[in-house]
């Protein structure tokens, strides 16, 4: 690839941007506002002892979402594909937490979304089919 935008990348801008909407909504929102979108339900976001515990976890995953920022703009398509596989793990652990505290159907889509997402990294879609001739 030289280094032009793709529909390929479109899962690397999406994850990248949707890891950073905490460190943008979270000052203008609140933190309850930030943790409803991530479909945990009033009874949960709307206490603030949660509050600290969600931020500390959301940092993590900002940090995520910006090293995804990192890497493509570098166009180091590689790095991202391999975020992106990492997003297999984030799903599950977004499964278990909200399957017992959050909303069923939020549960069962961010499993089957990371998985579709991870997917596309682990076949090398953001840096293209070049990878196999690399590898």
Same mark, same amino acid.
Not at 33 to 47: C, D, K, N, T
Not at 68 to 92: I, K, N, S, T
């Given at each position: 690839?030289?280094?032009?935008?793709?529909?390929?990348? @479109?899962? +690397?801008?999406?994850? !990248?941007?949707?890891?950073? @909407? #905490?460190? $943008?909504?979270?000052?203008?929102?609140?933190?309850? *506002? $930030?943790?409803?979108? =991530? /479909?945990?339900?009033?009874?949960?976001?709307?206490?603030?002892?949660?509050?600290?515990?969600?931020?500390? /976890?959301?940092?993590?995953?900002?940090?995520? /979402?910006?090293?995804?920022?990192?890497?493509?703009?570098?166009?180091? =398509? +590689?790095?991202?594909? *391999?975020?992106?596989?990492?997003? +297999?793990?984030?799903?599950?652990?977004?499964?278990?937490?909200?399957?017992?505290? /959050?909303?069923?159907?939020? +549960?069962?889509?961010?499993?089957?979304?990371? @998985?579709?997402? *991870?997917?596309? #990294?682990?076949?090398?879609?953001?840096?293209?089919?070049?990878?196999?001739?690399? !590898?």
């Amino acid at each position: 690839m030289d280094g032009r935008f793709s529909l390929r990348h @479109i899962p +690397a801008l999406y994850f !990248a941007f949707a890891n950073c @909407i #905490g460190l $943008v909504m979270t000052p203008l929102k609140g933190s309850a *506002a $930030v943790m409803e979108l =991530y /479909g945990f339900p009033p009874r949960v976001s709307a206490v603030p002892e949660t509050w600290d515990v969600w931020q500390a /976890g959301q940092g993590r995953t900002i940090l995520l /979402g910006l090293m995804m920022h990192f890497f493509y703009w570098r166009r180091q =398509y +590689a790095e991202c594909d *391999a975020l992106l596989m990492g997003v +297999a793990v984030l799903g599950v652990n977004d499964y278990f937490v909200l399957r017992g505290h /959050g909303n069923e159907l939020w +549960a069962w889509s961010r499993i089957v979304f990371s @998985i579709a997402f *991870a997917s596309t #990294g682990y076949f090398g879609w953001t840096q293209g089919r070049t990878r196999s001739k690399s !590898a």
